[in-house]
């Protein structure tokens, strides 16, 4: 499956974003998806996740203000940004939610060049 993330952009902190998701190759019906994160110096890390059955969760540090969803239909992803930080700043991934015998969390191989989100103070 081909994953691709779009709608970021430079915003000022405060302000709101949605970025979607699109895959071709596969639908992303089947899988446990998640928005991923990975700002400069840091690891990647999971900040929402949905469930095949629509159960969602939140990274702590964007719960309240993060909003996934994801459209069956359409074979799409979203993600809601509202108030924004600057802390929020980093390229956006979406990918499956792999949760691994050791704890650790993968995605598909294909990870595509995601989409960077640049929140100003």
């Known amino acids: 499956v081909q994953l691709q993330a779009s709608g970021g952009g430079l915003v000022e902190a405060g302000e709101s974003l949605t970025l979607s998701c699109t895959a071709s190759?596969?639908?992303?019906?089947?899988?446990?998806m998640g928005w991923y994160r990975q700002a400069p110096g840091n690891q990647r890390e999971v900040v929402a996740s949905?469930?095949?059955?629509?159960?969602?969760n939140y990274a702590d540090s964007v719960k309240g203000r993060f909003t996934i969803s994801r459209d069956s239909a359409a074979n799409a992803l979203y993600l809601q940004m509202t108030s924004l930080k600057p802390e929020d700043t980093a390229r956006y991934y979406c990918n499956a939610v792999i949760n691994l015998p050791d704890g650790r969390i993968r995605g598909l191989d294909s990870w595509g060049q995601g989409t960077l989100v640049t929140v100003s103070s």
């Open positions: 949905i469930s095949v059955g629509g159960t969602t």
């Open positions: 190759g596969n639908t992303l019906n089947s899988y446990h």
